[in-house]
């Protein structure tokens, strides 16, 4: 019964950033027996937003279900609704990137990169869901997020357009291009050929094997297009089905050893 007490004194007060002491109790409170001290915990740590939010990342690892699907249902609404300094809490390593929404994603790159990026709430992006893999710490490779961002973007019928003379620094997130040929603007979008399962994953790539790796992937890929050369650094971005990235891997694995396309990878993938 303390923790339901605690959560209704604190919600009677003005509205301020809680002392952190409080986090896990409320944590803890999610596996209560009583349904209705787990439902005013849920409600409290949404309600503190950006200080409950590495608190809950961690409890998604609790050992109790109840806790730990409480965590990550809260986690998620909370990226969701993420603002600058929430998510300057957090390397985007530390992210949930494998299952996170496009204004999160956004907020991170533009941190992480140094550059500006304007968009209209029309975009919805909070409402779009990505998957982006790496097989490198995206924290210090801000070019290396910049494109993948750009190939998860593209995905979802947007595109970035430079809005400053240096075209480096400044963008704007819109629609799809259209092109004026015709009777009526064509869209150019892509996504059409694409599944809504799709995932973008940066692929290091072995010294030495980057054509041969090109060639493998770029014959295996559902859309060809959509494996991307980076330059330089040995990098290769890819978007695919995840089996089919996770095969990429074991691809590259096999070319790395010197075993060639159709050796089986380690874990036996």
């Known amino acids: 019964m303390f923790l339901l007490l605690l959560v209704f004194t604190s919600s009677s007060s003005p509205a301020q950033d809680p002392p952190d002491q409080s986090i896990p109790k409320l944590i803890e409170g999610l596996g209560a027996d009583e349904i209705e001290v787990r439902e005013a ?7 503190m937003s950006g200080p409950a939010i590495r608190p809950l990342w961690e409890a998604r690892k609790n050992p109790d279900p109840e806790v730990a699907n409480r965590a990550r249902e809260i986690c998620r609404e909370l990226w969701a609704r993420m603002k600058p300094e929430d998510v300057a809490r957090f390397s985007v ?4 990137l494998a299952d996170i929404d496009l204004h999160t994603l956004t907020l991170a790159v533009e941190r992480v990169t140094r550059k500006t990026f304007l968009w209209t709430e029309s975009l919805g992006l909070p409402d779009r869901r990505v998957t982006l893999l790496s097989d490198v710490p995206l924290e210090t490779h801000p070019e290396l997020l910049f494109r993948a961002y750009g190939a998860l973007l593209e995905m979802n019928d947007m595109m970035l357009v430079s809005m400053d003379e ?6 704007k997130i819109k629609p799809s291009a259209v092109t004026s040929s015709g009777p009526a603007p064509v869209p150019q979008s892509r996504s059409i050929f694409r599944d809504n399962s799709f995932a973008t ?7 030495g094997k980057e054509q041969g790796v090109l060639l493998v992937l770029r014959e295996a890929a559902t ?5 991307e050369w980076v330059e330089p650094g040995g990098f290769i971005i890819a978007s695919d089905f995840p089996p089919k990235l996770a095969r990429f891997q074991g691809f ?7 075993q060639g396309s159709g050796a089986r990878p380690p874990g036996g993938r």
């Open 41 to 47: 915990c849920s409600s409290e740590l949404r309600r």
């Open 93 to 96: 390593d530390e992210l949930d």
């Open 166 to 171: 240096a075209g480096q620094m400044l963008y």
């Open 201 to 207: 994953q940066v692929l290091a790539v072995p010294p």
């Open 223 to 227: 859309i060809p297009r959509d494996i």
């Open 252 to 258: 590259i694995w096999a070319m790395a050893s010197g």
